[in-house]
Nanobody, 129 residues
Framework: QAQLVESGGGTVQAGGSLRLSCAAS????????MGWFRQAPGNEHEFVAA????????YYEDSVKGRFSISRDNAKNSVDLQMNRLKPEDTAIYYC??????????????????????WGQGTQVTVSS
């Protein structure tokens, strides 16, 4: 069964940086739009960022624009999320997600949680003040 495995979470002080990585077990993910969601305690899943299969399109939730950057390396079946200038409100479990389509045309992933068919187990990010 296809899997997504996150790594890179941890605890960092406010203003610091972390880089999350997602390794996909199936080569098919290299042709699919992928992204990241997060869930803080007591909250629902929140869209963070997404990227089309070839990286032509990237999308970000408003609160992370200018601080987070999503990228992918299809040769390695991986997607990364570089998080800079972290804030305590970024504290959450971060999930790597993938769709069943390429994302080659513009779309709105922030309102399309159901489009993300595959989910990883999540990695904890804690930002201390």
């Amino acid at each position: 069964q296809a899997q997504l495995v996150e790594s890179g979470g941890g605890t960092v002080q406010a203003g610091g940086s972390l880089r999350l990585s997602c390794a996909a077990s199936d080569r098919a993910f290299s042709n699919r739009a992928m992204g990241w969601f997060r869930q803080a305690p007591g909250n629902e899943h929140e869209f963070v960022a997404a990227i089309s299969w070839n990286g032509d399109y990237t999308y970000y939730e408003d609160s992370v624009k200018g601080r987070f950057s999503i990228s992918r390396d299809n040769a390695k079946n991986s997607v990364d999320l570089q998080m800079n200038r972290l804030k305590p409100e970024d504290t959450a479990i971060y999930y790597c997600v993938a769709t069943l389509f390429s994302g080659a045309a513009p779309w709105d992933p922030s309102n399309s949680k159901s489009a993300f068919t595959f989910w990883g187990q999540g990695t904890q990010v804690t930002v201390s003040s």
